[in-house]
T-cell receptor, first 114, second 115 residues
């Protein structure tokens, strides 16, 4: 089974609108971490936001927030007030337990329309 | 912040040559470094995990003799693509992590084109 599932290959959003990128995960560990990365066309992977499995509050970082629903095993990324520079690939990732290995989803390509 | 550099950013080489890619953590000591390969419009594929001073752990299907990884210090790991062929052309990304519940910090990647 896939550890991380991103079901939206491509998304479009109007500039200044909010957009939600979906991510579901699969693990039997009680302790895990969830991450979102942005990859623009330049190729670099930019860390956006982190949510720990024991964190009770949803993580927020500026215009990024993570909608963490533990029972549903989902960790959706919400980008508010989209900007043209947000156009990129977005990857959801998980690290289980005390391990170092990351499991990445297949990514969602976001296009912000002016 | 935690900065990871990767060099070179671009390399074009002839088939049969070997190519070395360096990954450095600039402002922290990386307990573990990771090497990924990414094909166009696809996700990152983990190739190997390396810890300083020990042999790298390769993922299934990755040829150890083809992709040599050396983790010489807590700030430097190298990936050598030996006897490169056109099918090795890809985007290679390294990342580094510190101890604890932290993210991986990625380098800017290296685009390899083998002619």
């Amino acid at each position: 089974a896939q550890k991380i599932t991103q079901t939206q290959p491509g998304m479009f959003v109007q500039e200044k609108e909010a957009v939600t990128l979906d991510c579901t995960y699969d693990t039997s560990d009680q302790s895990y971490g969830l991450f979102w990365y942005k990859q623009p066309s330049s190729g670099e992977m930019i860390f956006l936001i982190y949510q720990g499995s024991y964190d009770e509050q949803n993580a927020t970082e500026g215009r990024y927030s993570l909608n963490f629903q533990k029972a549903r095993k989902s960790a959706n990324l919400v980008i508010s007030a989209s900007q043209l520079g947000d156009s990129a690939m977005y990857f959801c990732a998980m690290r289980e337990g005390g391990g170092n290995q990351f499991y990445f989803g297949t990514g969602t390509s976001l296009t912000v329309i002016p | 912040g935690a900065v990871v550099s990767q060099h070179p950013s671009w390399v074009i080489c002839k088939s049969g040559t070997s190519v070395k890619i360096e990954c450095r953590s600039l402002d922290f000591q990386a307990t573990t470094m990771f090497w990924y390969r990414q094909f166009p419009k696809q996700s990152l594929m983990l190739m190997a995990t390396s810890n300083e001073g020990s042999k790298a752990t390769y993922e299934q299907g990755v040829e150890k003799d083809k992709f040599l990884i050396n983790h010489a210090s807590l700030t430097l790991s190298t990936l050598t693509v030996t006897s490169a062929h056109p099918e090795d052309s890809s985007f290679y990304i390294c990342s580094a992590s510190r101890q604890g519940p932290e993210t991986q910090y990625f380098g800017p990647g290296t685009r390899l084109l083998v002619l």
